[in-house]
T-cell receptor, first 115, second 116 residues
Framework: DSGVTQTPKHLITATGQRVTLRCSPRSGDLSVYWYQQSLDQGLQFLIQYYNGEERAKGNILERFSAQQFPDLHSELNLSSLELGDSALYFC??????????????FGPGTRLTVL | AQSVAQPEDQVNVAEGNPLTVKCTYSVSGNPYLFWYVQYPNRGLQFLLKYITGDNLVKGSYGFEAEFNKSQTSFHLKKPSALVSDSALYFCAVRDSNSGGYQKVTFGTGTKLQVIP
């Protein structure tokens, strides 16, 4: 158990809908990262937040957004869902935003199925 | 730009034999290197990392990795494979020149199959 929690574990929804994925980082970690894992694209970095502020952006679509709250939990919002958004979404956390040797620890993931 | 390559989609090894999962990287500065393992329907679990110092890094579950700067490689090894080691393995790299945030690039993963 990494100490990173994600809810829900599974999510089934329809095209065009909007969903919210939630992540709680390990105790004391200030950074949260979101990744998308699909069979054809591998593990894709979406976005990083550090202590409430956006720190880095990866291949995140405009239909997707995220935020990190004062208690450091984070939410990933996915809207206007398409079939291709079906994937595993992982959250990871790390102690700092970029210190040497900082290690990311991953949550168990949320499996999103768009029908 | 930083990149990482795992040249083998799948590695098969007999139980009890030594295993190697290959990883090569490209960075402009110094590399920070990581290995993760993913079991089916689970998140990635951190195995080990190289930041600086001894080229041989020991990690969880008896795994180790050897950093080779001249060959820009960071291969994962284990002296004796177990069936329970069967999983998907990811190599990841961060460039010391990546600035104040931690952009880590993950490889495409190598499926390890340990045959009883």
């Amino acid at each position: 158990d990494s100490g990173v929690t994600q809810t829900p574990k599974h999510l089934i929804t329809a095209t065009g809908q909007r969903v919210t994925l939630r992540c709680s980082p390990r105790s004391g970690d200030l950074s949260v990262y979101w990744y998308q894992q699909s069979l054809d694209q591998g593990l894709q970095f979406l976005i990083q937040y550090y202590n409430g502020e956006e720190r880095a952006k990866g291949n995140i679509l405009e239909r997707f957004s995220a935020q990190q709250f004062p208690d450091l939990h984070s939410e990933l919002n996915l809207s206007s869902l398409e079939l291709g958004d079906s994937a595993l979404y992982f959250c990871a956390s790390s102690a700092s935003g970029g210190a040497v040797g900082d290690t990311q620890y991953f949550g168990p993931g949320t499996r999103l199925t768009v029908l | 730009a930083q990149s990482v390559a795992q040249p083998e989609d799948q590695v098969n090894v007999a139980e009890g034999n030594p295993l190697t999962v290959k990883c090569t990287y490209s960075v402009s500065g110094n590399p920070y290197l990581f290995w993760y393992v993913q079991y089916p329907n689970r998140g990635l679990q951190f195995l080990l990392k190289y930041i600086t110092g001894d080229n041989l890094v020991k990690g969880s579950y008896g795994f180790e990795a050897e950093f080779n700067k001249s060959q820009t490689s960071f291969h994962l090894k284990k002296p004796s494979a177990l069936v329970s080691d069967s999983a998907l393995y990811f190599c990841a790299v961060r460039d010391s020149n990546s600035g104040g945030y931690q952009k880590v690039t993950f490889g495409t993963g190598t499926k390890l199959q340990v045959i009883p």
